[in-house]
């Protein structure tokens, strides 16, 4: 209703707008708006002039006497629900669907006034430059900007004009967008070497059944995209030329899919339609690898940084679990969860997985080998969109469905972004020592960066703790194998105890004599001697991973050497194995710097 209390103005779904007088109830102006829906109308307060906001994102103020268009502009990434002018009717200010905040613009001209750094909408895309100094955000405002991580000021990198909804992602190297348009209805790719627009590679796929009801998926190389369709098929396209590649049905328009690192296998699973199997295929034929009979629908997905797990989460379900990619078989659940998780991944080393999207907004990160919490952020207002871990493990970056981006500090002793030290006395030392060996997630990952800020006293402590594990005596470990299938249930009994003891050496040879089928009590003994190997049924085993990834995490060349020292023990060791994957990822560290 205008402010003179003479007329109302009323817009169809055909986006025609109708100015009717009060006076007389006759219609007075007809204005052919838009094609697509009108979100919301405003009178000035001299009764002028009338403002729509429209489904596109756009802005168009009309003068009321002639209906003739003043100006418009895109507003917003989506659908304009909100107007109001200023009481001299020379601003407008407005507000979208699925966008944070309001917008200040010039009536007159559509000249946005006193813009608001930053994204405007939910923030889908988040990517770590290699350095760690820079964060690349994407946001369904159809923005991609990089983030000074230093002073946390941001700056264009992509800027792309498309309706809104897009399905969008950025390769992994950064280098090139692609994006699904409603509007003519195509995948696009561009490259992303900004800031500005971005040059356009190639236009594919215009059928609207391969509409990507979820975000454009690239590989790890680069070269390929994939995506599940509205018709209910996994497709894979050649990200250089837009050829198809293979389709697969999957029986559901909704799910989740993710490459592994290797770029060897493509994860997906469904979110509706009644089929939740986990399915991993192979990207070079989209044959069937291997299934997981998942019982719960699935709508995140990601792979752990060495390849070896599967994490799937419910999109709209209290379950998440982490699935062994060799066996197809469940390792184990993560504790604590609240449905509707949005956004999945692993940290750099594999130690961790965080989720976030949950309803009650929070950031939960668990660690891997548990299942266990370890941290809980309250997290954005409206709920998560994205997480991803710092290069160097320390901090963790939420996107929020109110725009916002937040770091977290997962060290618990962090402050403008350096490690604070800690001075612990010999009883904290040895405080910390017992609490690695600790279920409590929490306690015992905080221990693990206490002693990591303290590598002038944890780093001598851990040496005197540790021990490079001895070889096995081969003939004792025969015998003992051996003895599982002796005519003396006594005897089985104990082989089958003394091989628990020593079973991280004993590995090896236990999954040798496992391969030539024995009988199947011995198979069922060495299964259970074996099942001793899952660190969340060993705390020995968990203090001795947490110890390692504690002097990993400190830094300083003496914990390198002392890693060193630990990795020459017998090689099927525990401790020997986690030395040396602590190593190999330290020597890539040092390499990218």
């Given at each position: 209703?205008?402010?003179?209390?003479?007329?109302i103005?009323?817009?169809?779904?055909?986006?025609?707008?109708?100015?009717?007088?009060?006076?007389?109830?006759?219609?007075?102006?007809?204005?052919?708006?838009?094609?697509?829906?009108?979100?919301?109308?405003?009178?000035?307060?001299?009764?002028?002039?009338?403002?729509?906001?429209?489904?596109?994102?756009?802005?168009?103020?009309?003068?009321?006497?002639?209906?003739?268009?003043?100006s418009?502009?895109?507003?917003?990434?989506?659908?304009?629900?909100?107007?109001?002018f200023?009481?001299?009717?020379?601003?407008?200010?407005?507000?979208?669907?699925w966008?944070?905040?309001?917008?200040?613009?010039?009536?007159?001209?559509?000249?946005?006034?006193?813009?608001?750094?930053?994204?405007?909408?939910?923030?889908?895309v988040?990517?770590?430059?290699?350095?760690?100094k820079?964060?690349?955000?994407?946001?369904?405002?159809?923005?991609?900007?990089r983030?000074?991580?230093?002073?946390?000021?941001?700056?264009?990198?992509?800027?792309?004009?498309?309706?809104?909804?897009?399905?969008?992602?950025?390769?992994?190297?950064?280098?090139?967008?692609?994006?699904?348009?409603?509007?003519?209805?195509?995948?696009?790719?561009?490259?992303a070497?900004?800031?500005?627009?971005?040059?356009?590679?190639?236009?594919?796929?215009?059928?609207?059944t391969?509409?990507?009801?979820?975000?454009l998926?690239?590989?790890?190389?680069?070269?390929?995209?994939?995506?599940?369709?509205?018709?209910?098929?996994l497709?894979?396209?050649?990200?250089?030329?837009?050829?198809?590649?293979?389709?697969?049905?999957?029986?559901?328009?909704?799910?989740?899919?993710?490459?592994?690192?290797?770029?060897?296998?493509?994860?997906?699973?469904?979110?509706?339609?009644?089929?939740?199997?986990i399915?991993?295929?192979?990207?070079?034929?989209?044959?069937?690898?291997?299934?997981?009979?998942?019982?719960?629908?699935?709508?995140?997905?990601?792979?752990?940084?060495?390849?070896?797990?599967?994490?799937?989460?419910?999109?709209?379900?209290?379950?998440?679990?982490?699935?062994?990619?060799?066996?197809?078989?469940?390792?184990?659940s993560?504790?604590?969860?609240?449905?509707?998780?949005?956004?999945?991944?692993?940290?750099?080393?594999?130690?961790?997985?965080?989720?976030?999207?949950i309803?009650?907004?929070?950031?939960?990160?668990?660690?891997?080998?548990?299942g266990?919490?370890?941290?809980?952020?309250?997290?954005?207002?409206?709920?998560?969109m994205?997480?991803?871990?710092?290069?160097?493990?320390?901090?963790?970056?939420?996107?929020?469905?109110?725009?916002?981006?937040?770091?977290?500090?997962?060290?618990?002793?962090?402050?403008?972004?350096?490690?604070?030290?800690?001075?612990?006395?010999?009883?904290?030392?040895?405080?910390?020592?017992?609490?690695?060996?600790?279920?409590?997630?929490?306690?015992?990952?905080?221990?693990?960066?206490?002693?990591?800020?303290?590598?002038?006293?944890?780093?001598?402590f851990?040496?005197?703790?540790?021990?490079?594990?001895?070889?096995?005596d081969?003939?004792?470990?025969?015998?003992?194998?051996?003895?599982?299938?002796?005519?003396?249930?006594?005897?089985?009994?104990?082989?089958?105890?003394?091989?628990?003891?020593?079973?991280?050496?004993?590995?090896?040879?236990?999954?040798?004599?496992?391969?030539?089928?024995?009988?199947?009590?011995?198979?069922q003994?060495?299964?259970?001697?074996?099942?001793?190997?899952?660190?969340?049924?060993?705390?020995?085993?968990?203090?001795?991973?947490?110890a390692?990834?504690?002097?990993?995490?400190?830094?300083?060349?003496?914990?390198?050497?002392?890693?060193?020292?630990?990795?020459?023990?017998?090689?099927?060791?525990?401790?020997?194995?986690?030395?040396?994957?602590a190593?190999?990822?330290?020597?890539?560290?040092?390499?990218q710097?």
């Open positions: 209703m205008s402010a003179d209390g003479k007329q103005a009323m817009a169809d779904e055909g986006g025609t707008i109708r100015i009717w007088s009060l006076a007389n109830l006759k219609m007075v102006q007809v204005i052919q708006a838009a094609e697509r829906q009108v979100g919301c109308l405003a009178f000035s307060p001299d009764s002028q002039t009338l403002a729509s906001g429209h489904g596109d994102g756009t802005i168009a103020v009309w003068q009321v006497a002639t209906g003739k268009p003043i418009r502009w895109q507003a917003h990434a989506f659908m304009v629900k909100t107007l109001a200023s009481p001299q009717s020379k601003l407008l200010v407005s507000g979208a669907f966008e944070s905040g309001v917008r200040l613009w010039e009536a007159t001209t559509g000249k946005e006034m006193q813009p608001v750094p930053g994204h405007h909408a939910s923030v889908d988040l990517v770590y430059e290699p350095d760690g820079g964060l690349i955000t994407g946001s369904r405002d159809n923005t991609i900007l983030w000074d991580l230093a002073n946390g000021q941001s700056r264009p990198w992509l800027d792309w004009h498309a309706p809104a909804m897009d399905r969008f992602a950025l390769s992994p190297d950064r280098k090139m967008l692609a994006t699904w348009e409603f509007s003519p209805g195509c995948i696009r790719l561009r490259s070497v900004g800031p500005g627009e971005g040059r356009l590679l190639g236009t594919f796929e215009s059928r609207p391969k509409i990507p009801t979820r975000p998926t690239f590989s790890p190389d680069g070269k390929r995209l994939a995506a599940i369709c509205r018709d209910g098929v497709r894979q396209w050649d990200a250089v030329n837009g050829v198809l590649l293979w389709e697969n049905r999957v029986r559901t328009s909704l799910g989740a899919i993710a490459f592994s690192p290797d770029g060897k296998m493509l994860a997906s699973a469904g979110w509706a339609g009644g089929d939740t199997t399915r991993l295929c192979d990207t070079e034929t989209g044959k069937e690898i291997r299934a997981c009979a998942n019982g719960s629908v699935v709508g995140e997905l990601a792979f752990s940084p060495d390849g070896k797990i599967l994490a799937a989460a419910a999109g709209s379900h209290n379950r998440a679990s982490l699935w062994d990619v060799a066996s197809g078989k469940e390792l184990r993560l504790t604590g969860l609240q449905k509707g998780v949005h956004a999945l991944g692993f940290s750099p080393d594999g130690r961790l997985i965080a989720a976030t999207g309803d009650d907004h929070a950031v939960r990160v668990w660690e891997v080998a548990t266990e919490a370890v941290r809980q952020f309250p997290g954005p207002f409206m709920g998560g994205s997480v991803v871990f710092a290069p160097d493990g320390r901090t963790l970056a939420s996107g929020g469905m109110d725009s916002t981006i937040l770091i977290w500090d997962l060290t618990g002793r962090s402050k403008d972004g350096a490690l604070q030290p800690l001075q612990l006395t010999a009883d904290g030392l040895e405080r910390r020592w017992s609490d690695l060996a600790a279920s409590a997630g929490p306690r015992a990952f905080q221990a693990v960066w206490d002693l990591a800020a303290c590598p002038r006293l944890s780093v001598p851990l040496q005197d703790k540790l021990r490079p594990a001895r070889p096995p081969e003939a004792r470990m025969a015998r003992l194998i051996g003895d599982l299938d002796d005519g003396r249930f006594a005897v089985r009994e104990k082989a089958t105890t003394e091989l628990q003891k020593i079973v991280n050496v004993a590995e090896p040879a236990l999954r040798k004599r496992l391969d030539n089928k024995p009988p199947l009590e011995v198979q003994r060495i299964e259970l001697i074996l099942r001793t190997l899952d660190p969340s049924q060993s705390s020995e085993r968990l203090r001795l991973a947490r390692v990834q504690a002097l990993e995490y400190t830094g300083v060349s003496e914990a390198r050497k002392l890693l060193e020292t630990l990795a020459e023990g017998a090689p099927a060791a525990v401790l020997t194995r986690e030395a040396k994957t190593l190999d990822r330290l020597s890539r560290v040092r390499a710097n």
